[in-house]
């Protein structure tokens, strides 16, 4: 299994900005994909996620009301639609795959992780 995240920049505060994730050598039915970002020494945590089958998402509180999880199941590609940006969501983003069905809000819940992808929101 390899994942593959892209789409970060630099944008001012208020911008968008519009991650990508594409799973290949998906295997099973169940399965879920989750967001998470990193500062450095910090932990990286919980964004934003969404499980398969049934497409069932969930939102960090932090997020909410300006993030968007999407996904394309056939295509194996979840998008992170990133809106009002703020200089606190500037971080590396991280896709990662559970290979089970349901959303973990804890990093550990996930088997494999893509490269990461930067974001900077300046102010």
């Known amino acids: 299994v390899q994942l593959q995240a892209c789409g970060g920049g630099a944008v001012q505060a208020g911008g968008t900005l519009r991650l990508s994730c594409t799973a290949s050598g998906i295997t099973f039915d169940d399965y879920a994909i989750g967001w998470f970002r990193q500062v450095p020494g910090k932990e990286r945590v919980f964004v934003a996620g969404i499980a398969w089958p049934g497409g069932a998402t969930s939102l960090a509180d932090s997020v909410k009301g300006r993030f968007t999880i999407s996904g394309e199941n056939a295509k194996n590609t979840v998008y992170l639609q990133m809106n009002s940006l703020k200089p606190d969501d500037t971080a590396v983003y991280y896709c990662?795959?559970?290979?089970?069905?349901?959303?973990?809000?804890?990093?550990?819940?996930?088997?494999?992780w893509g490269q990461g992808t930067e974001v900077t929101v300046s102010s």
């Open positions: 990662g795959l559970r290979t089970r069905w349901g959303i973990r809000v804890d990093k550990d819940g996930y088997d494999y």
